[in-house]
């Protein structure tokens, strides 16, 4: 029987950088595999395009941020909220809820003096379709300042 000295631990992981799904990252440190999608997505860390999976490194910085990435993401935070308040205050941003209550109200006044015109009826139906359209302006003004 010949004995084989080994000069170092045995490992089982290969040389090479491991790559992580979500899922099995998850499962292999024991957090949630949203919140864990959600930080590497939050942090700007996108899986390898080859593979689709995340480093290892990209997975412990999620998991465990250093007090520098923390620091810069409380900052945009702060920043983009100071920003949309300053808006509100200046008025740039627009109460989209008011502004669609005014519209609605304006609209069925409009609908009332227009079914009064003496044109036929398919004229007004054009016309107040036309009219209700406007309403998609109120729709795309609420989506770009939500960004």
Same mark, same amino acid.
């Given at each position: 029987?010949?004995?084989?000295? +080994?000069? =170092?631990? +045995?490992?089982?992981?290969?040389?090479?950088?491991?790559?992580?799904?979500?899922?099995?990252?998850?499962?292999?440190?024991?957090?949630?595999?949203?919140? &864990?999608?959600?930080?590497?997505?939050?942090? =700007?860390? +996108?899986?390898?395009?080859?593979? =689709?999976?995340?480093?290892?490194?990209?997975?412990?910085?999620?998991?465990?941020?250093?007090?520098?990435?923390?620091?810069?993401?409380?900052?945009?935070?702060?920043?983009?909220?100071?920003? &949309?308040?300053?808006?509100?205050?200046?008025?740039? &941003?627009?109460?989209?809820?008011? &502004?669609?209550? =005014?519209?609605?109200?304006?609209?069925?006044?409009?609908?009332?003096?227009?079914?009064?015109?003496?044109?036929?009826?398919?004229?007004?139906?054009?016309?107040?379709?036309?009219?209700?359209?406007?309403?998609?302006?109120?729709?795309? +003004?609420?989506?770009?300042?939500?960004?």
């Amino acid at each position: 029987m010949s004995l084989r000295v +080994v000069s =170092g631990p +045995v490992s089982n992981v290969p040389f090479e950088k491991l790559h992580w799904t979500i899922a099995r990252a998850a499962a292999e440190f024991e957090v949630n595999t949203e919140r &864990l999608e959600e930080q590497l997505e939050r942090l =700007g860390f +996108v899986p390898d395009s080859e593979t =689709g999976c995340y480093y290892t490194i990209d997975i412990l910085r999620a998991i465990h941020p250093d007090q520098a990435t923390l620091k810069e993401a409380l900052l945009e935070e702060q920043i983009r909220s100071l920003k &949309l308040e300053n808006n509100a205050i200046e008025g740039i &941003l627009l109460d989209s809820n008011q &502004l669609r209550k =005014g519209f609605d109200m304006w609209l069925t006044a409009a609908v009332q003096v227009i079914k009064t015109f003496d044109i036929p009826i398919e004229n007004q139906n054009n016309l107040i379709e036309c009219l209700a359209q406007c309403s998609k302006v109120f729709d795309e +003004v609420a989506l770009k300042q939500a960004k």
